[in-house]
Every structure is written in structure tokens, then in C-alpha cells.
């Protein structure tokens, strides 16, 4: 339901520059309702540095306040598009190609507050190689944990940038991330629970980011922080860690809490 909050706030213009169909994504990005609101618009696909090194393009107008740059790793290395078809990379060279996109991300127009850059992750249509997804200069593995590691390294100290980390979106989905109907039909690799994942975790930084996220969490004790009453048990006799299963689930649930704590949120006694 919208609320009268999503009614008069501005809504935030999001360009989504990718060398693959993201209509779906952008589709599920406008149409969710909750704060903040985005009104996305796609870049032709496999344009991508194109649009991003033409600042003066009509693309670029002054509204955007937001972009999602998501690519597959070989479209911006030619390396790693040698490792794809089964041929040597040499390191440094994977690591200079990061680079140069790097350079090309940095260069959004300085109107631009919000830039979004998903992680790579290994294509649907991808052959593994065994033992040798691991070495210097043939594993695809390896070349991808590097080139994401180079990626967030570049891009960390950019305060409009943000890498979001896409392989836990597909640890999450599995098999089903990926859509080979979709792909052959629209060059969508994705499926729609994977992209309802994505567009759910760029609303989360997006409410982080304009401060809205929340702010305060209230929880009871008995039986919430721990197992049991401390009236009626007394503190020695609560279930809270220990060779138990349900003491281990408290005291994660704990450590959850002050993981949020870490993060700013407030932590208060419940009535």
C-alpha cells in the first residue's frame, strides 16, 4: 500500500547500464512502493562503456541521482574472455583491464549521488575446468576472486560508489539464478526471484544511505535473549550457549544483535 510518506517524496531517477537486458530489474525497481521510490531506466545493453565515457550523452540528464552498472566479467575483459575460451591470461594484465574499467566507473557525472556496481559472478552457460579453475593463468575461479577483489579494492575510496556482493544473491538462489529461456528469448541471464533479490538489496543500501533505515530495535529477555526466566530459573540455570542446541540459537541470535549494534541500530528493552 502506498503511504502518504511515498506520496510526496521525491522519486529518485536511476539509469541501469548493463551488457545484458536488465528491463525486468528495472521494471521491479519502479513499480516497488516502498520508500525511497526509484523511477529506473535502462541503457541500451552492451553499450556499456560507451555510456559510461560519454558524460555528455542525453542519457546522463541532470535528474539521475542513481545508477546500477552490472556487467559479465569477459564484457570488460578481454583476458578473461581468453580464459573463457579455454586459452592463458596473464595476471597483470586481468588486473590492468579491472583497472581501466575502474577508471570508467569514476567518471559518472559528479551529479550522479548513488552508483551501484554488482559483483561478477560465473556466467549461467560457463564450463568449469576442475583442478584447473584454480591456476595462475587458466582458472576462471580464481581470475574472477581476483578481479572482484581489485574491483572493490579501486573503488572503496569513491564515496558514491558501492560494490554489492551479486555471488551471495546466487548462493542464495542457486540453480535458479540463472534463466536460459530468459536469456535466449531477451538476453535476461537472470531469473525473477534472483532480480526481486537484487532490486531488494539496492532499495536496503539506498534507505541506508538517505537515512532511512531503522534505527532502533526493541526485544524482550526471558525467552528471547535467552532460554527460560531469570525470576523463575535464576541466571545459572538460563539456556544460553553451552552443548545445547537451543542455548548455541540464543546466543547466535545475541550475536546477531550486536553485529546490528555494530551498524548504528539502537538496542532497547521491549515492554
Known sequence: MTTELSKTEPILDFLLISNFNLSNLAALLSKD?????????????????????EPASDLW?????????WTWPESVSPSYRRLLESEEAEPEELMHEVDEFCGSIKAVPGH??????PSWVVGPFEKRM???DMDLRQGLSLALMRMNLRLVENLQNDSRIFVLDA??????????????RLWYMSKTPFGLEFLKTAAGEIKAALRALTG????????????TLWGGGVGDLGWQSIRLGGHDPIGEAFKDFQLG????KRRGVLLGEGL
Open 112 to 117: 550522479v549521488n548513488y552508483i551501484f556496481v
Open 33 to 53: 512502493e516502498e520508500s525511497p521510490m526509484i523511477r529506473a531506466v535502462t541503457a541500451p545493453f552492451g553499450q556499456v562503456m560507451q555510456v559510461l565515457l
Open 130 to 132: 576442475g583442478l584447473l
Open 212 to 223: 532511512r533505515a531503522k534505527k532502533l530495535l526493541l526485544v524482550d529477555l526471558d525467552d
Open 257 to 260: 544483535l550486536k553485529a546490528l
Open 167 to 180: 555471488g551471495r544473491w546466487v548462493a542464495v538462489h542457486g540453480e535458479r539464478s540463472f534463466s536460459q
Open 61 to 69: 540528464s541532470k535528474g539521475t541521482k542513481g545508477v546500477v552498472v
